[in-house]
């Protein structure tokens, strides 16, 4: 009988029905005190140690949870201050919250800190501003608060904090001197001194980074990480994931660490290289997927585990299970069938302690074969995985399926004269800010409280007034406004075939901000009209040109949970195709401008080097299957979030759109660089307006971003947009600061 136990590297901190969203939310409302607030997110904490003791994993983490973003929190951990906001901690949360919010501070209104996604996720985190000039100060009052909680509640624990070549590389620190080397170096060993004398003997370093490996992070982080492992005595469990430590696999063995984690999910390690490294470390095998919800073939992988012949391991999850939803435990309205082969954040504990107990006893238990039985029939028994007509037609595609008949600079010549839109063009991204009465119209109609006619008067009230005040506002190309939209992903999902919602199945997003990916089991198909006749109504109103909005096929396949099947690249053409016909009848019935947002292209791109081409050059044709098939004068226009443009700037111009706009108000303009002018060829609108933040946009701001774009930019081919959608913002915000950046924009017109 063996003693192998079993792991999680991190675990969802919503709650199953989202109870940290609300409390938080709440808190920045006042509408509770901030000790009733720590009271619900100890709970919560406490919660989710005991669900993962009870199924069998061995130590719970204690520094896992985060009030905003576990980069920020590593940065409170440290006590590494901030050039705009000084030294942040988490015993002052309205400070904490400035930060990652934007609020006053010593009088001066600050923005919030730079977000963008984490690695290849859609999770998103703060970018550290680093004060190197200040002195660095830990402060572990939070690690000792939860320390406190795990011992009151009988937990055995581990401490976890981001790494430093992880740490410095999102803070985009990558290359430093000597001196700050030395200087981080010494706050990370005093971090371990002060949690030491809370008698922890055991630190998670969490460095996803390192295990992408060498084309992420530089031999100077690795030494850095190098020095700090060799300069404690705690017991160090190093947590690599989203690869297989590529280009440092042979130098791990420099590092004083106890336990390596290997993500066997993203990671191509060879069996060769993992014995190897089981007679240096202990190894954690991560081979539950902390980012899929499909059940594992768990006869398979305790096969394989046992055929491995290695002898000091435990077993893991690939990474943190934050990436997937809390429970299936709700989801009572879900096909049996396809419930039957999901596995969401709580049933991967599950999975785990299944694998664990046949390892343990040498051979595969009754419950694990039955448990692979039933989710292979389940499999086998799923109605509406293959439709033949959609996988001819995909299999039908020619190259001018692909293409429009003419470059972009003469398209947008005739698209111009087409609109008859003035110089520096004003428009939103799409969203306008959703009421609680416009949420208790689409909650009632799903509910049937209320009937389609009801519904529909319901909507085109909502776009109605949302024209009007576009209107009064004199934006010069309008949206819609998208009440009826509860998501832009889920919206499509449920008017396509071959998707399946949850009720609870959330994910943390940012903050509080959490989002409910569809899941894809079949094949897609669109059947009927998604948007046309809102977008239809919407142009009835107005003689100015309105957007037809709609989601990307790679943000669509991207942001859902996508089947294991067939290829991603398959699956994308699907949607595309699906777009495509929706695009086409939005142009038979008027609709001059069509937006097809596709925020998530760059999160798509693989974080190994090798991958990169493969998947740009299906990702980049997705888009123009969609978008081609409509006529040079119609205007196609697409939107992008915060991401690291600058490595896929090539491919972001082979998307042949007609209007880019892209979110750069929190980056301080600097995507607007030297770079993206001479890639990108078509008409822009970098964000003016930072939507993440409640902060109206103040007219001395926008007239210094939309001159800074006039002097950096041809003339004719810049919009003005906010960053992103206004869904999250509130009305007065949102009228203020869209009336500064019309007549700010008005005003600089005049003298062009």
Known sequence: MLNIESFVTGFPRVGPKREYKWALEKFWKDEISEKEFLEITDKLLITQWKIQKDSGITKQIVGDFSFYDQILETVCYLGIPLKRFGLVNNDNLS?????????????????????????????????????????????????KHELRLANENNIKTIVKIQGPATLLKLSREDEIDNSKKEKIEGTYLKFFELIQEEGVESVMIDEGALGIGASYVSDSLFELLKNITNKTDLKIYLNGFFGNYEGYIEKLTEL??????????????????????????????????????????????????????????????????????????????????????????????????????????????????????????????????????????????????????????????????????????????????QTAETRNLRKKYKGNEINDTEYIKGIKEIIKETVQIQEDLDLDVLVHGEAERNDMVEYFGELLDGFAFTKFGWVQSYGSRCVKPPIIYGDVQ???????????????????????????????????????????????????????????????????????????IREGLPLNPKFKEEYLDWAVNSFKLSSSGVKQETQIHSHMCYSEFDEILDAINALDVDVLSIEASRSGMDLVNENLKSKYTGAIGPGIYDIHSPLVLEEKDAEVRVEQLVKSINQENIWINPDCGLKTRAWPEVKESLKNMVEVTKNIRTKL
């Open 95 to 143: 400070h904490y919250f400035k930060a990652a919010r934007g609020g006053d501070v010593e009088g001066i209104k600050q923005p919030p800190l730079e977000m963008t996604k984490w690695f290849d996720t859609n999770y998103h985190y703060l970018v550290p501003e680093v004060d190197w000039e200040k002195d660095f100060n830990p402060n572990i009052s939070r690690i």
């Open 256 to 433: 004083s660490v106890e336990t390596l984690h290997l993500d066997l999910c993203m990671g191509d390690f060879t069996d060769d290289e993992i014995i190897n490294l089981s007679k240096k470390f202990q190894l954690s095998l991560g081979v539950i997927d902390g980012r899929s919800i499909w059940k594992s073939n768990v006869v398979n992988l305790i096969d394989w585990i046992k055929d491995l012949g290695i002898k000091n391991y435990i077993v893991s999850s690939s990474c943190s299970t934050l990436h997937s939803p809390y429970s299936l435990g709700e989801e009572i309205d879900l096909d049996e069938n396809l419930k039957n082969i999901l596995s969401f954040g709580h049933e991967k504990l599950h999975e785990l302690r299944l694998i664990v107990n046949s390892l343990n006893k040498g051979e595969v238990l009754e419950e694990a074969k039955k448990f692979n039985d039933s989710f292979i029939l389940s499999n086998k028994n799923l109605i509406g995985r293959i439709n033949p007509q959609v996988r001819k037609r995909v299999e039908a595609l020619k190259e001018e399926d692909f293409k429009r008949k003419i470059i972009r600079e003469d398209r947008l010549i005739l698209q111009n004269e087409n609109l008859g839109i003035p110089p520096l063009p004003t428009t939103t991204i799409g969203s306008f800010p």
């Open 526 to 600: 669109r059947t009927k009209p998604m948007t046309v006749s809102w977008s239809t109504y919407a142009q009835s109103l107005t003689v100015k040109p309105m957007k037809g909005m709609l989601t990307g096929p790679v943000t669509i396949l991207q942001w859902s949970f996508i089947r294991n099947d067939i290829s991603k690249k398959e699956v994308a053409y699907q949607i595309a195709l699906a777009l495509r016909d929706e695009v086409t009848e939005l142009e038979d019935k008027g609709i001059k401008v069509i937006q097809i947002d596709e925020p998530a």
